[in-house]
T-cell receptor, first 120, second 110 residues
Framework: DTGVSQDPRHKITKRGQNVTFRCDPI?????LYWYRQTLGQGPEFLTY????????KSRLLSDRFSAERPKGSFSTLEIQRTEQGDSAMYLC??????????????????FGSGTRLTVV | DAKTTQPPSMDCAEGRAANLPCNHS???????VYWYRQIHSQGPQYIIH???NNETNEMASLIITEDRKSSTLILPHATLRDTAVYYC???????????FGKGTRLSVIA
């Protein structure tokens, strides 16, 4: 397993078009996160899944955004009717939340290299 | 919202120790301190985390003050490849997603 993979690395789209990004997490990781990052800012949390369940969504995730993780493995993030303000780096991360010695242990996140979206 | 304060930028000479400070004066008793870094055009990378004891791994050391209101990440022998943005994050439980601030841009200079 070579880490978290994101596809595509770059996407240029016209305003109003729909785009979909894919994230393949580390295979044994049960949690998957989506973040968005604009120039000069830290990553902003969008949503996360534990297995196939979407457990939390940020207020940043407008109705035009939808994320899925249908089989608890890879995830997709779709943006409908893209706007210029959607231009950003979209980052995916995965982590393992596992039980150990009777308590849940949460490990650090492993991030992918991101998908850079440019809306023109 | 980020609960930490970091200087926006720092310089460090190659081969010297880089000491990156972080203030987290409102930290709660159950919150851990995490450090990540982000090299240009890559996703953030986990470095280290701790609760109250000092921690060391192959990448860095984390020194947390006794009152836990601040911490310092130490890169003992900085190299040019350590040039990155370093994020200090406080986080309570594994159910809470990481919240990133703007971090500290560390430039290692030859």
């Amino acid at each position: 397993d070579t880490g978290v993979s994101q596809d595509p690395r770059h996407k240029i789209t016209k305003r109003g078009q729909n785009v979909t990004f894919r994230c393949d997490p580390i295979s044994e990781h049960n949690r998957l996160y989506w973040y968005r990052q604009t120039l000069g800012q830290g990553p902003e949390f969008l949503t996360y899944f534990q297995n196939e369940a979407q457990l939390e969504k940020s207020r940043l995730l407008s109705d035009r955004f939808s994320a899925e993780r249908p089989k608890g493995s890879f995830s997709t993030l779709e943006i409908q009717r893209t706007e210029q303000g959607d231009s950003a780096m979209y980052l995916c991360a995965s982590s393992l939340r596992a039980s150990g010695t009777g308590a849940f242990v949460s490990y650090g996140y492993t991030f992918g290299s991101g998908t850079r979206l440019t809306v023109v | 919202d980020a609960k930490t304060t970091q200087p926006p930028s720092m310089d460090c000479a190659e081969g010297r120790a880089a000491n990156l400070p972080c203030n987290h004066s409102t930290i709660s008793g159950n919150e851990y301190v995490y450090w990540y870094r982000q090299i240009h055009s890559q996703g953030p990378q986990y470095i280290i985390h701790g609760l109250k004891n000092n921690e060391t791994n192959e990448m860095a050391s984390l020194i947390i003050t006794e009152d836990r209101k601040s911490s310092t990440l130490i890169l003992p022998h900085a190299t040019l490849r350590d040039t990155a943005v370093y994020y200090c994050i406080v986080r309570a439980s594994g159910n809470t997603p990481l919240v990133f601030g703007k971090g500290t841009r560390l430039s290692v200079i030859a």
